[in-house]
């Protein structure tokens, strides 16, 4: 199981910090990623971070989400700053644990998913 925390309303400009804590498997050889569905929007690809600790990202968010695992932990974290209305979303954990190096962009790709913590950026 994945346990998303973290979550909460900030001032555009502010920062974040969301953890997601895996429990009942080791998901130390897996590809984690982060994933958010915006109000009346569908559910799309965040950033990613491989076993080797390469990631990748969208363009939207280069430069001011960094994601992070700490494996002796199993979890893995999304330092957020200069956070932008346009973030404000439900923000996914999830992991795929197909034990491919290889970051993938979708959805479906991911078999594990934790529930979901809202961030809500103002104005």
């Known amino acids: 199981q994945l346990q998303a925390s973290g979550g909460g309303r900030v001032q555009a400009g502010g920062s974040l910090r969301l953890s997601c804590a895996a429990s009942g498997r080791t998901f130390s050889s897996d590809v984690m990623g982060w994933f958010r569905q915006a109000p009346g929007e569908e559910r799309k690809f965040v950033t990613a971070?491989?076993?080797?600790?390469?990631?990748d990202a969208i363009d939207s968010v280069k430069g001011r989400f960094t994601i992070s695992r700490d494996n002796a932990k199993n979890t893995i974290y999304l330092q957020m700053v200069s956070l932008k209305p346009e973030d404000t979303a439900v923000y996914y954990c999830?992991?795929?644990?197909?034990?491919?190096?290889?970051?993938?962009?979708?959805?479906?790709?991911?078999?594990?998913w934790g529930q979901g913590t809202l961030v809500t950026v103002s104005s």
């Open positions: 971070i491989n076993v080797s600790g390469r990631s």
């Open positions: 999830a992991a795929d644990t197909s034990r491919s190096y290889s970051i993938k962009y979708v959805e479906s790709s991911y078999d594990y």
